[in-house]
């Protein structure tokens, strides 16, 4: 694919990390490329493709960086749009990444303490920047399309996991055997890759239709009863361990076949959706689930209107703030 830049094209981007995963923000868009964030996505998707992986993808970024495009609004009270995107393509949202682009927009002070409507491909979402330095993401609203769902993984044998949405669709593996420990990040991604093969070559998919491109490992710390275990979450009379000790333990693997150093905000409101199923969490109540490297996000929710709609809380910092340039007589340029 030929990319659409004929000179040198310097793009301002500003990079963070949320809980350790890592945005890229285009601050101020792409050239010559507006429109709602759906138009735009199908946008990404096709001729601006070869772009945006080279905007996140090696010698200018990495495999597991997440892009994030910014918009203008072209919904009414929205403060703005987003897309994001990874070293494969779209995704449909990211709580990493929102939490990501508020905590840099706020940084630059083009937005300020409070609440933001921000539009994405799959639907509005409301960030909250706190005067603290925390952001909450009101995400899209969650749900469980199937539960139990066996699947053989070759050389492993049977896993079960639930098929659920949170923005992007998971299928959520307890009965994997695997530490979800850093050491064995390796070993948990190739694990991953075999199960996302498996779920590919059962036909599973979410109950629109979309493949299932995030597959997430937990451990709870929490039973069904509410008994502690494992991490330690709640003191015997099922109060919060002031330690702060989480609910659960996660290894999310993503669509480019990278992982999530975060706890995955679309993971952990896909989680939430299961919970809820399960009678296991109370509106308003709080669960906290950890990433692989020991990051959190509070998750809470609200029911509206039937809908489980989640909210997560975590931080983001600036790590970067410059412009990357797009030569087009860069040969590897034409790699992607
Ligand atoms: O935080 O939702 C998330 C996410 C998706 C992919 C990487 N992070």
Do not use: K
């Given at each position: 694919?030929?990319?659409?830049?004929?000179?040198?094209?310097?793009?301002?981007?500003?990079d963070?990390h949320?809980?350790?995963e890592p945005t890229?923000?285009?601050?101020?868009?792409?050239?010559?490329?507006?429109?709602?964030?759906?138009?735009?996505?199908?946008?990404?998707?096709?001729?601006?493709?070869?772009?945006?992986?080279?905007?996140?993808?090696?010698?200018?970024?990495?495999?597991?960086l997440?892009?994030?495009?910014?918009?203008?609004?072209?919904?009414?009270?929205?403060?703005?749009?987003?897309?994001?995107?990874?070293?494969?393509?779209?995704?449909?949202?990211?709580?990493?990444?929102?939490?990501?682009?508020?905590?840099?927009?706020?940084?630059?002070?083009?937005?300020?303490?409070?609440?933001?409507?921000?539009?994405?491909?799959?639907?509005?979402?409301?960030?909250?920047?706190?005067?603290?330095?925390?952001?909450?993401?009101?995400?899209?609203?969650?749900?469980?399309?199937?539960?139990?769902?066996?699947?053989?993984?070759?050389?492993?044998?049977?896993?079960?996991?639930?098929?659920?949405?949170?923005?992007?669709?998971?299928?959520?593996?307890?009965?994997?055997?695997?530490?979800?420990?850093?050491?064995?990040?390796?070993?948990?991604?190739?694990?991953?890759?075999?199960?996302?093969?498996?779920?590919?070559?059962?036909?599973?998919?979410?109950?629109?239709?979309?493949?299932?491109?995030?597959?997430?490992?937990?451990?709870?710390?929490?039973?069904?009863?509410?008994?502690?275990?494992?991490?330690?979450?709640?003191?015997?009379?099922?109060?919060?361990?002031?330690?702060?000790?989480?609910?659960?333990?996660?290894?999310?693997?993503?669509?480019?076949?990278?992982?999530?150093?975060?706890?995955?905000?679309?993971?952990?409101?896909?989680?939430?959706?299961?919970?809820?199923?399960?009678?296991?969490?109370?509106?308003?109540?709080?669960?906290?689930?950890?990433?692989?490297?020991?990051?959190?996000?509070?998750?809470?929710?609200?029911?509206?209107?039937?809908?489980?709609?989640?909210?997560?809380?975590?931080?983001?910092?600036?790590?970067?703030?410059?412009?990357?340039?797009?030569?087009?007589?860069?040969?590897?340029?034409?790699?992607?």
């Amino acid at each position: 694919m030929t990319l659409p830049i004929h000179d040198a094209l310097r793009l301002r981007c500003v990079d963070s990390h949320t809980e350790g995963e890592p945005t890229r923000t285009l601050v101020d868009g792409l050239p010559g490329l507006d429109g709602t964030p759906c138009s735009v996505r199908a946008e990404l998707d096709g001729r601006w493709g070869s772009l945006v992986r080279a905007i996140v993808n090696e010698p200018r970024g990495s495999a597991w960086l997440v892009g994030a495009v910014v918009l203008p609004p072209s919904a009414p009270g929205a403060s703005f749009g987003v897309v994001f995107f990874n070293n494969v393509g779209t995704i449909g949202m990211c709580g990493h990444g929102t939490i990501g682009v508020v905590r840099t927009l706020s940084a630059l002070g083009r937005i300020s303490v409070g609440e933001h409507l921000i539009e994405t491909p799959v639907g509005p979402v409301v960030a909250t920047m706190h005067d603290d330095g925390r952001v909450s993401v009101r995400n899209v609203p969650s749900r469980v399309a199937r539960r139990h769902v066996a699947v053989e993984v070759p050389g492993h044998g049977i896993v079960h996991g639930d098929i659920a949405w949170g923005g992007n669709w998971f299928f959520i593996c307890h009965d994997h055997g695997q530490a979800i420990v850093a050491d064995q990040v390796e070993a948990l991604t190739r694990f991953c890759r075999r199960v996302r093969a498996a779920c590919d070559a059962a036909g599973l998919c979410g109950d629109d239709g979309s493949p299932i491109d995030h597959i997430e490992l937990s451990v709870d710390a929490r039973t069904a009863r509410g008994e502690s275990h494992a991490c330690g979450a709640r003191t015997a009379r099922g109060e919060r361990d002031p330690q702060g000790a989480c609910d659960a333990r996660t290894f999310v693997l993503c669509p480019g076949g990278e992982w999530d150093r975060s706890p995955c905000g679309t993971g952990t409101s896909a989680r939430v959706a299961c919970l809820v199923a399960d009678g296991r969490l109370a509106p308003g109540s709080s669960w906290v689930q950890e990433s692989v490297l020991g990051t959190r996000f509070v998750a809470t929710y609200e029911m509206v209107d039937g809908e489980i709609v989640p909210t997560i809380t975590g931080s983001a910092h600036v790590t970067f703030d410059g412009w990357i340039v797009l030569d087009p007589a860069d040969p590897m340029l034409a790699r992607e």
